[in-house]
T-cell receptor
Framework: DTGVSQDPRHKITKRGQNVTFRCDPI?????LYWYRQTLGQGPEFLTY????????KSRLLSDRFSAERPKGSFSTLEIQRTEQGDSAMYLC?????????????FGPGTRLTVL | AQSVTQLGSHVSVSEGALVLLRCNYS??????LFWYVQYPNQGLQLLLK??????LVKGINGFEAEFKKSETSFHLTKPSAHMSDAAEYFC????????????FGTGTRLTIIP
């Protein structure tokens, strides 16, 4: 088991461009979460999936943000028309609620810089 | 609604001294409580978690935390600080089953003085 992986690790883009991030959870983890962490703050919840179903979305997730988990395995987070305020670390986590350990395990994050 | 307050955004201790990082929570349901550590430019690693099984929870790297319902606190301690403990520490709450979204505090940056 290689843990949660995220790609890319760093992304620099210009304001107005679209970006997409990928998260691969720990195998057999059926729950996947996205969080956003701005400088000097704790992570803030964005959304989560149970298998392929998106069960909850934060009000932080504006219309420019969309997340998918089409086959219940990896997930993508897309930001359209990026703004400078979108600059942050985007963290993915996965868990297996039905098991003995329902801990959320985090990936290394994708750091987005919007110029 | 749930929330976490971490008192002290920066804490400095001498190597070998006691580490105490404070966390107070608010929750309308029985909480699950977590401490995570984050090293620069990395994701979060779980230190320990409270799941109602025992009020004193032991975690990795010599850390432990005590759940005090009357004080709504879950402070993190380590008897003797090591240089490798320098990092950002986050307290988080979820509930009522422990597998819901996490609500984090703003974090405490721990500096170890040689």
């Amino acid at each position: 088991d290689t843990g949660v992986s995220q790609d890319p690790r760093h992304k620099i883009t210009k304001r107005g461009q679209n970006v997409t991030f990928r998260c691969d959870p720990i195998s057999e983890h059926n729950r996947l979460y996205w969080y956003r962490q701005t400088l000097g703050q704790g992570p803030e919840f964005l959304t989560y999936f149970q298998n392929e179903a998106q069960l909850e979305k934060s009000r932080l997730l504006s219309d420019r943000f969309s997340a998918e988990r089409p086959k219940g395995s990896f997930s993508t987070l897309e930001i359209q028309r990026t703004e400078q305020g979108d600059s942050a670390m985007y963290l993915c986590a996965s868990s297996f609620p039905g098991g003995t350990d329902n801990t959320q395990y985090f990936g290394p994050g994708t750091r987005l810089t919007v110029l | 609604a749930q929330s976490v307050t971490q008192l002290g955004s920066h804490v400095s201790v001498s190597e070998g001294a006691l580490v105490l990082l404070r966390c107070n929570y608010s929750s309308s349901v029985p909480p699950y409580l977590f401490w995570y550590v984050q090293y620069p430019n990395q994701g979060l690693q779980l230190l320990l978690k409270y799941t109602s099984a025992a009020t004193l929870v032991k975690g990795i790297n010599g850390f432990e935390a005590e759940f005090k319902k009357s004080e709504t606190s879950f402070h993190l301690t380590k008897p003797s600080a090591h240089m490798s403990d320098a990092a950002e520490y986050f307290c988080a709450v979820s509930g009522p089953f422990g597998n819901e979204k996490l609500t984090f505090g703003t974090g405490t940056r721990l500096t170890i003085i040689p």
